[in-house]
């Protein structure tokens, strides 16, 4: 049986940042899956409404910098829970050895385990429904899932299938560049978390079709393609060529455990100010504004 979780921390890439499900109340922010989460736990059985939660992913890290630089902030800051999810930038390199990366997202998970953290993971998304580009790297995705759940097995680990979450792939679930969840997307994943925790169990799915798209005119399709790789395609390699990370020069959004309640009422606080016409929110940086809105009541699914 789960003790009530009081304390979370989020760490990896992209994906756990929150990419592309945006904040409302914060340009150039992100919510995502573990901001919904956090405050779904505030009201789960599972949780606390005391909850604490900080996020330490960062976009673009490779499995490495998040093992090397992450897991140990977690391991001070010793929080009843732990979401790792990463290794899916590290299996877009046609080079990857995946049973290295298996072995190194292992060794974090004992430590954190040895610490006593209940640590929730992720599988990979099935690539399959994806760009030519991105589908090809499925047979790397598919064995790092293997090892994945071998890893949760044997250390008493919580598992989100993404793999197997079936309806995640219906095309309003994706942002437009393809690589990252829409806010629809970050909605269901945060349920399937925190069915995953309450129950043992993801959410239920049957079979492994996925929801149909509708057809479209080649040239349409063809005209979305080319779009596609201007706007998304051309930019990731470039950094690449460049040796660069779209998350080079940025830092964790909310990198010190912080009470939701007071993220909550601190980002109403920034509401009623800006309805009232005011930028003066008890003397709120910027910098205070955006950590308010990390973790705000994110309502349903709206895009």
Known sequence: MLEPITSYVAIGDSFSEGLMDPDPRVEDRYRGWTDRLALMLTESSVGSPDLSYANLAIRGRLLDRIVDDQVPQV??????????????????????????????????????????????????????????????????????????????????????????????????????????LSTKGHHLVAEQALATLESGRSLPVKGFGVPARPTRAIREVMSEESRWAREYLAPWVGRRLRGQSSG????????????????????????????????????????????AGEVTDPGGSEE
């Open 248 to 291: 080079d020069t940025l830092d964790p959004k909310l990198p010190e455990l912080t009470r939701v309640r007071d993220l909550v009422a601190r980002s109403r606080q920034v509401d009623r100010a800006r309805e009232a016409g005011t930028t003066d929110v008890g003397g709120a940086s910027a910098a205070d504004e955006a950590v």
């Open 75 to 180: 391991l001070e800051m010793k929080p009843d829970l732990v979401s790792l999810c990463a290794g899916g930038n590290d299996c877009l390199r046609p080079k990857a050895d995946i049973d290295a990366l298996a072995a190194k997202f292992e060794r974090a998970v004992v430590a954190m385990r040895e610490a006593g953290i209940e640590v929730l993971m992720c599988n990979g998304f099935d690539t399959e429904f994806s760009t030519p580009l991105i589908r090809a790297v499925r047979p790397r995705v598919g064995i790092y899932n293997a090892h994945l759940w071998s890893i949760a097995q044997r250390h008493g680990c919580h598992m989100v299938d993404l793999w197997g979450l079936r309806s995640l792939y219906a095309a309003e679930m994706w942002a437009a560049d393809r690589i990252h």
